[in-house]
């Protein structure tokens, strides 16, 4: 069974203090991983995508990666506005994306 | 670009009411996508239209659920009749045409509590 599972569920950081989300996906035939971003009350806004192991991209202070199982995003010295809820999605085909849970970031001054 | 613009932003109604909520995609895009937000379950997609066309509506709960896209720039979620397991957060998205992996761009979401 397609799954996406994203961890932690959460995470508090102070402000410099960087981290990493992890997202493991079991998608079989992965035709590229997502991540969002979701502010409260809002919808998920789109971060990046990533097609091929190896492959790294990056804006401002958040890097994401991609390995054969596993997709790591990287926040590098988080500021409080860095502060959100953050998706991974696998695509399964031309269309479909199953969302992980999510990983709720909190950053301190 | 406006987004995508979904109305109402907020929905109170009573177990057993018609509800219909309301999406525009953005302009030039031919896919929309119809989500449902939950605590327990996550995002979930409950319809894809490509070209107004629904392609998979295998997320659709039960009967009570149908949507349609009379034309390329509105598209409507309707639940008759709604009951309080159906109080979610719905977000229409939309995504262009042409390229093979497409982000999806998502609307700010209806807030549905059945009473």
Same mark, same amino acid.
């Given at each position: ?67 054969k199982k596993e997709s ?31 990983t709720t970031v909190t950053? =301190?001054? | ?7 109402? =932003? ?25 989500? =449902?937000?939950?605590m327990m379950r996550g ?67 209806? =807030?549905?509590?059945?009473?």
């Amino acid at each position: 069974e397609d799954q996406v599972t994203q961890s932690p569920e959460a995470l508090r950081l102070q402000e410099g203090e960087s981290s990493s989300l992890n997202c493991s996906y079991t998608v079989s035939g992965l035709r590229g991983l997502f991540w969002y971003r979701q502010d409260p009350g809002k919808g998920p806004e789109f971060l990046f995508t990533l097609y091929s192991a190896g492959e790294e991209k990056e804006k401002e202070r958040l890097k994401a990666t991609l390995t054969k199982k596993e997709s790591f995003l990287h926040i590098t010295a988080p500021k409080p506005e860095d502060s959100a809820t953050y998706l991974c999605a696998g695509r399964m085909n031309d269309y479909k994306l199953s969302f992980g849970a999510g990983t709720t970031v909190t950053v =301190r001054a | 670009d406006a987004g995508v613009i979904q109305s109402p =932003r907020h929905e109170v109604t009573e177990m057993g009411q018609e509800v219909t909520l309301r999406c525009k995609p953005i302009s030039g895009h031919n896919s929309l996508f119809w989500y =449902r937000q939950t605590m327990m379950r996550g995002l979930e997609l409950l319809i894809y239209f490509n070209n107004n066309v629904p392609i998979d509506d295998s997320g659709m709960p039960e009967d009570r659920f149908s949507a349609k896209m009379p034309n390329a720039s509105f598209s409507t979620l309707k639940i008759q009749p709604s009951e309080p397991r159906d109080s979610a957060v719905y977000f229409c998205a939309s995504s262009p045409s042409g390229r093979l992996y497409n982000e999806q761009f998502f609307g700010p979401g209806t =807030r549905l509590t059945v009473l």
